[in-house]
């Protein structure tokens, strides 16, 4: 029980939709503490990351704005090692607090190659929010403010992240077998 298959790969459910939701909203507690008073804007990564985005928005408290980029570098099950830019950032941040929003960190490329442009428009601050975090696989150290789960070196599907474009949909987060 608890096996999905999704295209040719079998998948064990890791985290429960419960597990995740919990973890959310105590991350959201914590933005919501130190953003007090001030109102940072969300940079929220697409594809993976809408999910999480979303619900995390939904159990904050202050004000704050929200816009999305699409950074990618992965196809099938393995990172391309190219980063792509297809879906750009319009908004101003110059001294704005900012939060990027990533669904998962591994190697850390994607984001190591993306800092500089966004540091590059002077943004008062600049903080990371990951749901998940393969801290085995990083190859590229990043400072990440707010961690929800750090989890093994395997493939996951599930909760905004896919395999080949399947699974985003799936409520809870599953770990390739």
């Given at each position: 029980?608890?096996?999905?298959?999704v295209?040719?790969?079998?998948?064990?459910?890791?985290?429960?939709?419960?597990?995740?939701?919990?973890?959310?909203?105590?991350l959201?507690?914590?933005?919501?503490?130190?953003?007090?008073?001030?109102?940072?804007?969300?940079?929220?990564?697409?594809?993976?990351?809408?999910?999480?985005?979303?619900?995390?928005?939904?159990?904050?408290?202050?004000?704050?704005?929200?816009?999305?980029?699409?950074?990618?570098?992965?196809?099938?099950?393995?990172?391309?090692?190219?980063?792509?830019?297809?879906?750009?950032?319009?908004?101003?941040?110059?001294?704005?607090?900012?939060?990027?929003?990533?669904?998962?960190?591994?190697?850390?490329?994607?984001?190591?190659?993306?800092?500089?442009?966004?540091e590059?428009?002077?943004?008062?601050?600049?903080?990371?929010?990951?749901?998940?975090?393969?801290?085995?696989?990083?190859?590229?150290?990043?400072?990440?403010?707010?961690?929800?789960?750090?989890i093994?070196?395997?493939?996951?599907?599930?909760?905004?992240?896919?395999?080949?474009?399947?699974?985003?949909?799936?409520?809870?987060?599953?770990?390739?077998?």
């Amino acid at each position: 029980m608890g096996l999905i298959k999704v295209h040719d790969k079998t998948f064990e459910i890791y985290l429960s939709e419960d597990t995740i939701q919990k973890r959310v909203q105590e991350l959201a507690a914590a933005i919501n503490t130190d953003y007090a008073g001030k109102r940072p804007m969300f940079i929220a990564i697409l594809n993976g990351s809408f999910m999480f985005a979303s619900d995390l928005f939904k159990h904050l408290t202050i004000e704050a704005e929200l816009c999305f980029i699409k950074l990618a570098s992965y196809k099938g099950l393995k990172s391309s090692g190219n980063v792509v830019t297809s879906i750009g950032l319009e908004d101003d941040i110059f001294n704005k607090e900012i939060v990027i929003v990533e669904d998962i960190v591994d190697t850390g490329k994607t984001l190591h190659n993306f800092l500089p442009k966004l540091e590059h428009q002077q943004p008062k601050s600049l903080r990371i929010a990951t749901l998940l975090h393969k801290s085995e696989a990083t190859e590229f150290p990043l400072k990440l403010d707010y961690i929800g789960f750090d989890i093994p070196n395997k493939f996951v599907v599930g909760y905004g992240l896919d395999y080949d474009g399947l699974g985003r949909n799936l409520k809870e987060i599953y770990q390739l077998v």
